[in-house]
């Protein structure tokens, strides 16, 4: 990763897998990239404000782009938040920044995101100013949307994200499985776009979206592959239109997968569905003594299996035994320490339960297992370990 602050990010990774392998990866890193950047931009109005502020840094993202010096991973690293933000707000258009880019810039390709960031001291990029708004500089990069206007319209979006428990929670502490609830219900979600059709996300899902469109490319590629093209992100519709594509995207969730949008999707109904994006099994990992600090990717029953490594990246195995059983046991012993019911459930149940759920697993359960004061695992105590496959 970038630097070492990132590391103490827990290491999780969201694969969702096509039937013949394709396999697209959204991380949990980069959701905290994402959130670390809006929190920025909310303490300082300034960047969402119509002003001389705004429009001097909205020149200023286009000259640095007119002249390829957002391309590469060292020019990323020092580009300054407030440039950052612009670039995030024109990237939320994926069909009109990708024309942007091939059109106008020399190389004909699109300005990919190479990095995370993890900035650790803030005040210091706080000292970025635009340049001279007087200054000669030919600039050749315009946008086809007028970026002023679409800064201004994410002022909704970073209000109720002020509401959201991403806003103010540690996300070094976050529980990993909440991230990878929130990408199985976007790849669901997105399953259900229809050419020339308007669909409508909840916030949890549109945080996700934006997350993935912050990498043009990689976005790009998941939507072809997965909904046949690709999925334009307009936040420009009229409130009258939204309200009703709103009701027609539930009503569509729940036809498809038999729950409402803002519940988990239940695995058996997804599979049977011809909308299905991802359907996710729950299984009981068996926790290695090895630490490595890497993501795995483990083979079961001829079927590879993504693995979320989370807290860390500790090595995690599964089988068909009897305490980890991963086809459909009824609880995990954890050492002599909690047992998680699976399959029928409470709110803490895992498989077919209700709000805390660990979504309406796929037989097995969830492992849930306090780790010893090793010094090898103190760093990931009272940690929940679940592996995940999205399958198209």
């Known amino acids: ?54 429009e001097n840094f909205i020149k200023d993202y286009c000259e640095k782009m007119a002249r390829q010096e957002m391309k590469f991973r060292h020019q990323q690293l020092d580009l300054p938040w407030q440039i950052d933000w612009i670039w995030h707000v024109h990237r939320l258009h994926p069909l009109a920044y990708y024309n942007d880019c091939c059109k106008q810039l020399a190389d004909g390709e699109p300005v990919d995101q190479k990095i995370q960031k993890f900035p650790t001291n803030y005040n210091k990029q706080c000292d970025a100013v635009p340049s001279n708004s007087s200054t000669n500089c030919h600039v050749n990069f315009v946008p086809s949307i007028d970026l002023v206007q679409a800064v201004l319209r994410q002022c909704d979006f ?38 020339n059709d308007i669909i409508v996300p909840t916030f949890n899902i549109d945080l996700i979206w934006h997350t993935h469109l912050r990498y043009p490319q990689h976005y790009r590629a998941f939507s072809t592959v997965v909904c046949g093209f690709v999925v334009d992100h307009d936040d420009a519709i009229e409130a009258n239109v939204l309200s009703d594509a709103l009701q027609k995207t539930a009503d569509r969730w729940k036809e498809t997968y038999k729950s409402n949008m803002i519940q988990n999707v239940d695995t058996k109904t997804s599979k049977a569905s011809q909308y299905v994006t991802s359907s996710r099994m729950v299984r009981a990992p068996v926790l290695n003594k090895t630490y490595n600090g890497t993501s795995s990717t483990y083979i079961s029953n001829g079927v590879n299996i993504g693995v979320s490594s989370c807290g860390g990246g500790n090595t995690l195995s599964c089988d068909g035994g009897n305490t980890s059983s991963c086809d459909g046991g009824n609880s995990s012993s954890c050492d002599g320490g909690n047992t998680s019911s699976c399959g029928g459930g409470n709110t803490s149940s895992c498989g077919g339960g209700t709000t805390s759920s660990c979504g309406g697993g796929c037989g097995g359960g969830c492992f849930i297992r306090k780790l010893s004061n090793s010094k090898d695992t103190k760093h990931i105590r009272n940690l929940l370990y679940c592996l995940y496959d999205f399958r198209t």
């Open 1 to 54: 990763m970038n630097n070492l602050f990132s590391l103490s990010f827990p290491n999780c990774n969201a694969k969702i897998i096509k039937h013949d392998g394709t396999t697209f990866t959204i991380s949990y890193h980069e959701l905290v990239d994402h959130i670390l950047l809006l929190r920025q931009v909310i303490n300082h109005p300034e960047m969402t404000q119509q002003g001389d502020v705004l």
């Open 158 to 195: 970073l209000n109720k994200f002020k509401k959201h428990v991403f806003y103010s929670c540690d996300l070094k502490k976050m529980d990993t499985l909440l991230f990878l609830e929130l990408v199985q219900n976007y790849a669901c979600f997105m399953k259900l776009a229809r050419q």
